[in-house]
């Protein structure tokens, strides 16, 4: 039988970013749809789009909210070679 191979989220219109919050804490590969990047924005709308994530996140956890640091593409990973 076949090995299924999965798609990254690239290929699925998705870009990935690692936040870091001001408390230190750091979430990796929070995905961001690839419309509302790019233009003269750049990854400003990726922020906006966390936040209000973070916000729902918050609000279902039943804690406040987390204040985000900093905010960098996560690095593209490479397939491994089939052997």
């Known amino acids: ?3 299924r191979i999965k798609s990254r ?3 699925r219109g998705f870009v990935m970013f690692d936040v870091v919050y001001t408390d230190g804490s750091r979430a990796s590969n929070r995905r961001v749809p690839m419309e509302i990047l790019g233009g003269l924005d750049g990854d400003e709308p990726a922020r906006d789009l966390i936040l209000e994530q973070e916000a729902e996140i918050a609000l ?3 804690r406040p909210g987390r204040e985000i640091q900093s905010l960098t593409r996560s690095p593209i990973v490479k397939p491994k ?3």
């Open 1 to 3: 039988m076949a090995k």
């Open 9 to 11: 989220p690239q290929e």
């Open 81 to 83: 070679p089939v052997d």
């Open 60 to 62: 279902k956890a039943g």
